[in-house]
Nanobody, 122 residues
Framework: QVQLVESGGGLVQAGGSLRLSCTAS????????IGWFRQGPGKEREFVAA????????VYSDSVRGRFTISRDSAKNTVYLQMNSLKPEDTAAYYC???????????????WGQGTQVTVSS
């Protein structure tokens, strides 16, 4: 059973940056593909980014590509989401998730954190 804990959310002005962290325990972190998702007010949950178990492959949604960077530190069992050039439309609860499947599919995530709130003011 994988447990995930997100941190790093907060309030930031448009154009600013935040770095989210997702720390895993209770499983085999090195075997997991890790994804970030978000759910804004009144919106459905959407895929943001993912990184494969080696850290060598990443994917991004069109809305964040070029602004967000996902990375992982296996020694710390942690995945990061560096968010730059933030926009008000990035306001959402951000969730990290884990699966044993490949990065090729945006679905199939079995484990979820509780989320961390990101609010971007205009």
């Amino acid at each position: 059973q994988v447990q995930l804990v997100e941190s790093g959310g907060g309030l930031v002005q448009a154009g600013g940056s935040l770095r989210l962290s997702c720390t895993a325990s209770g499983g085999t972190f090195s075997r997991n593909t890790i994804g970030w998702f978000r759910q804004g007010p009144g919106k459905e949950r959407e895929f943001v980014a993912a990184i494969d178990r080696s850290g060598g492959s990443t994917v991004y949604s069109d809305s964040v590509r070029g602004r967000f960077t996902i990375s992982r530190d296996s020694a710390k069992n942690t995945v990061y989401l560096q968010m730059n050039s933030l926009k008000p439309e990035d306001t959402a609860a951000y969730y990290c998730s884990a699966k044993y499947g490949s990065i090729g599919s945006r679905g199939g995530y079995d484990y979820w954190g509780q989320g961390t709130q990101v609010t971007v003011s205009s």
